[in-house]
């Protein structure tokens, strides 16, 4: 036992008829506090006048995790902004919201949801690159106008934009460059998403070895890092490349 | 992959973008959409009951009904629908299965209908969410315990015309209802059990005393008394193990049962004593052994169905008794030890050592309070009052887990028991409802002969000839007929209480047509000789197939198909009884073609001769008429009706 009190022993048997949180699947924040407020209610010592504050946190904590809940902007704004047709954008939302109801995803939820499809590997950390080229303006969710607005101008932008796109990718601290470094953790993750068994076997100096070949292609002036303009430029004179971008045509 | 992730594939397949760049190699030609069709709402009718959703939702699992292309043979053309013909309530838990990717079971379905429609839909029930797929598995092994009960009882009925005397001989010593002879044994046993432990009880009761010393037990003062109806007991356990030893199918595994165990334990002191002398040394022994008799009370769990739960419960709590006992040691142990260090102090003390106080503490938990030991100190005293009180926490906690699962396996038992009750009425209720069948089709089947005769004499008696038969039903009777014509041979109905119901009347329209018919069922009814013939096995076999189950009184005579000749003599007895007894008979009949059934006519009836159906009459007379009349056979008729005369030939036959 913890030896801290009586309040301490209540939650263990909470984790021992394994109560956990709904929503979040963690044990319970807010329903320990409010525990330990009724037990504190049993205790004569204590009055009312010291649980007030508590309940107030309480239910504030409570209200803030019911009412997240996102809803986008309306469906003809969205078709301004974005390159898809009114029937494709009620399709991608029905999707979303299904498996996301309150409207934003989070990293948990986009690494999850990513993950589902690579059974075998580890796509965790690539999906976290893609979390944070979708999330544009860098607060910690992705809502679907996010969502629609990276989907649009890769299934539907011009072939520099999706170039563009993939840069932004790349740049992992948006400064305008990639790094070695940078291009060997998207290297790393990209080999992570096929796990370990694979023929032939994944060799250690693999991706080092690919990050080199792709700054021999596409750093023209040889600086050790890759800009906006060279990269544009080397993957327009490259045929694979070219033809690789044109596969995002048909996807939905 | 889960279903509502499926439609995040767009997203995984667009994010791919980040690879295209760093690929050293082209990339594969993507799989083209040829149907790109939009998506589109689907109408499902289920029984009325409308439900909509995408053609994608459905399409999320592919090697089901509704994903595939099965569903194409359901399309309604006229309101461009898919109609099922199934339950709605069911429906929309497969519906929702589609649309969320978990299968959920709700709670007052029956299990076997809810199994019925997700192997009519294509979904293995074991995609069934974690949230119900413990219900699931309950029911589901409640429904298969109930079934295989049944079957083993069914078994049981089935198999014992097979069993050898050694069987036969358990089964009576197991089921003592199955046989008066087992039943007698069972009452004996019990009876000898009871005087074995009221005489080990009695014996020791002080009986008066013999004048020159003291008061005796009656044990020694009736000694020879005792010592002989001891002796008959032993005798007839004795017996009782024997015959129950040789009559175990497995005589390893018998030996080892827990009831052998107690038989054994309770007839050897006896044996054990008649062996050992009067030596001194040993008689100590002896008495000891004695004590052991008082297991043959345990032999009464035979007898009674309680304490064999009751053993049984014991056994399956065996995890919280154990429970029980170890916190009660523990807190044994403390107090005792509190309380002796607490009464150390007080001059002449009861509490002498640990172990000593452990006697007050297990009196004072189990608020038994003997008063032999007390504290006397107030420290004594405090401690001696939180141990009492603690003492019934500590036991009240495990019981209820004992006496719930005392109460379940109590119950479960009596279901067990109620349904074999009900198991015989359910039995009759298939006899009847298929004896009713076969009776519809056979009344449907001389109604079709009726009716040509009727046509063909132009008379209008539709409202007796006609039975108004469903079209199934009569293409049901249709094939029935196909088939006796194929074989040669042809159904018939034994049951008594259904064959009374049989038609009377009108008789005087037949024709030439129906007395050829009876003639030839007379000749081939008189070809069959009264003894049994090789070739009526067969037909029986026909005829029992067709209708199983059929009690061994076939002391009637079928309504089917009775000659004119034999019935002569019983016309009389016929006549009276059944003209009179035909209304009422009929509205005792639970099915609806028998109450029409009256109206059919019977064919084989010579009109001024016979009237109706016979049936109720019993063997005896039916078997005279059979041997006297027999005309030589004009021609071997057409085997078309034999008729269920063979059964009486056959007289108590399978049927």
């Given amino acids: 036992m913890r030896g801290q009190g009586r309040k301490e022993s209540l939650s263990d048997s909470r984790d021992l008829d394994g109560s956990y949180d709904q929503l979040t699947g963690h044990p319970p924040g807010p329903a320990k506090k409010a525990l330990k407020q009724r037990f504190l209610q049993l205790l004569p010592c ?4 010291a649980l007030p504050s508590v309940s107030e946190s309480n239910v504030e904590d409570e209200f803030e995790l019911a009412t997240v809940c996102h809803r986008p902007e309306g469906l003809e704004q969205l078709q301004e902004q974005t390159k898809f047709t009114r029937k494709e954008l009620q399709v991608l939302y029905r999707g979303f919201k299904n498996e996301c109801p309150s409207g934003i995803v989070n990293e948990e939820n986009f690494k999850q949801i990513y993950s589902q499809f690579f059974p075998q590997g580890d796509s965790s950390t690539y999906a976290t690159f893609l979390f944070n080229a979708f999330d544009t303006n860098h607060d910690g969710s992705v809502d679907f106008e996010d969502f629609v607005a990276g989907l649009s101008v890769i299934l539907r932008g011009s072939i520099d934009d999706r170039l563009n796109w993939a840069f932004n990718l790349y740049d992992l601290n948006k400064d305008g460059c990639i790094t070695k470094e940078e291009m060997l953790d998207i290297m790393k993750s990209i080999y992570d998403m096929m796990g370990k068994y694979t023929y032939p076997a994944l060799r250690e100096e693999a991706p080092r070895e690919h990050v080199e070949s792709f700054f021999q292609k596409m750093d023209r002036n040889k600086d050790g890092v890759v800009t906006i303009e060279e990269f544009i430029e080397s993957c327009q004179k490259d045929e694979n490349i070219m033809r690789s971008m044109q596969l995002f045509d048909n996807v939905i | 992959m889960a279903a509502g992730v499926a439609a995040w594939l767009p ?8 690879w ?10 993507a799989p083209a959409d040829k149907s790109k069709r939009q998506d589109e709402l689907i109408v499902l009718n289920v029984s009325g009951r409308r439900f909509e959703t995408w053609r994608t939702t459905l399409e999320r699992y592919p090697d089901t009904l509704l994903g595939s292309t099965e569903k194409e043979f359901f399309f309604n053309e006229d309101t461009k629908e898919y109609f099922f013909d199934r339950d709605p309530e069911v429906f929309r838990c497969v519906l929702n299965f589609y649309r969320t990717g978990k299968l959920h079971y709700p709670r007052y379905e029956c299990i076997s209908a809810y199994d019925d429609e997700l192997a009519f839909y294509g979904i293995l029930p074991e995609i069934i969410g974690d949230c119900c797929y413990e219900e699931y598995k309950d029911r589901k092994r409640e429904n298969a315990e109930r079934l295989q009960d049944d079957l083993d009882s069914e078994n049981n009925q ?38 074995s432990v009221i005489t080990n009880v009695v014996e ?5 005393t013999v004048p020159g010393s003291k008061e005796l037990p009656c044990g020694e003062r009736y000694s020879v008394a005792f010592f002989c109806l001891d002796t008959a007991c032993v005798m007839i356990f004795t017996v009782e193990y024997l015959l129950r030893l040789f009559a175990a199918p497995s005589r390893y595994r018998f030996i080892r049962s827990v009831m052998s165990i107690i038989d054994v334990v309770a007839i050897m002191p006896y044996y054990i004593g008649l062996v050992m002398t009067n030596n001194e040394d040993v008689s100590g022994a002896f008495v000891t052994l004695r004590v052991f008799r008082v297991f043959r009370i345990f032999k009464f769990s035979r007898h009674s169905q309680g304490l064999r739960i009751l053993g049984y419960t014991l056994k399956s709590c065996a995890s919280e008794l154990g429970f029980l006992l170890f916190s009660l040691t523990m807190a044994i142990i403390i107090f005792a030890t509190v309380m002796f260090y607490a009464e150390k102090g007080s001059s002449a003390s009861k509490f002498t050592s640990i172990p000593a106080s452990f006697w007050y503490t297990i009196v004072t938990m189990t608020t038994l309070g003997y008063g032999d030991m007390v504290p006397k100190t107030i420290a004594g005293k405090i401690f001696g009052s939180i141990c009492s009180l603690s003492g019934v926490l500590v036991i009240a906690l495990p019981v209820p887990v004992i006496v719930s699962n005392f109460s379940r396996i109590y119950h479960q038992n009596q279901r067990a028991d109620k349904r074999r009750a009900q198991k015989k009425a359910r039995l009759a209720r298939i006899r009847v409802a298929k004896t009713g069948s ?29 039975k108004t038969t469903s079209l199934i039903e009569s293409q049901h009777h249709h094939l029935l007929h196909c088939l006796e014509k194929t074989t040669g041979l042809s159904y018939l109905v034994d049951d008594p209480l259904l064959s009374v119901r049989t038609s009377t009347i009108k008789n005087h329209e037949f024709i030439d047509e129906q007395m050829y018919e009876q003639n030839c069922m007379e000749s081939s009814m008189q070809n069959y000789p009264s003894t049994r013939s090789p070739s009526l096995s067969s037909h029986q076999g026909l005829t ?12 009637h005579l079928p309504n089917s198909n009775l000659p ?46 016979i009237t109706t159906a016979i049936i109720s009459i019993p063997t005896p007379p039916a078997l005279t008429p059979e041997g006297e009349s027999r005309p030589p056979p004009t021609s071997p008729g057409p085997n078309t009706n034999i008729p269920a005369i063979a059964s009486n030939v056959v007289k108590v036959s399978a049927l």
Wanted: contains cysteine; proline residues 7%; aromatic residues 6%.
């Fill in chain 2, 564 to 609: 004119a000749t034999r019935l002569r003599s019983m016309q009389e007895l016929s006549t009276i009884h059944i003209q009179g007894s035909e209304q009422p008979s009929l509205t005792t009949s639970r099915s609806s073609l028998n109450l029409k059934a009256d109206d059919g006519l019977r064919p084989n009836c010579k009109t001024s001769q």
């Fill in chain 2, 204 to 208: 020791t009761v002080p009986c008066g």
């Fill in chain 2, 11 to 18: 997203f995984a397949r667009a994010a791919a973008i980040g």
């Fill in chain 2, 20 to 29: 295209m760049p760093v690929a050293n190699c082209p990339m594969p030609l």
């Fill in chain 2, 158 to 195: 089935e198999s014992m015309p097979s069993l050898s005397f050694r069987q036969t001989m358990w089964r009576a010593f197991e089921n003592p209802h199955t046989s008066t002879m087992a039943l007698v044994f069972y009452y004996v046993t019990g009876f000898f059990i009871a005087v």
């Fill in chain 2, 438 to 466: 076969s009776n519809a089709y056979l009344h449907s089947k001389r109604n079709g002969l009726l009716n040509e005769a009727l046509e063909l004499m132009g008379t209008p008696e539709e409202e007796h000839a006609g």
């Fill in chain 2, 544 to 555: 029992t197939t067709c209708c199983s189950r059929r009690s061994k009184k076939t002391t």
């Fill in chain 1, 46 to 49: 204590c009055g009312p006048q």
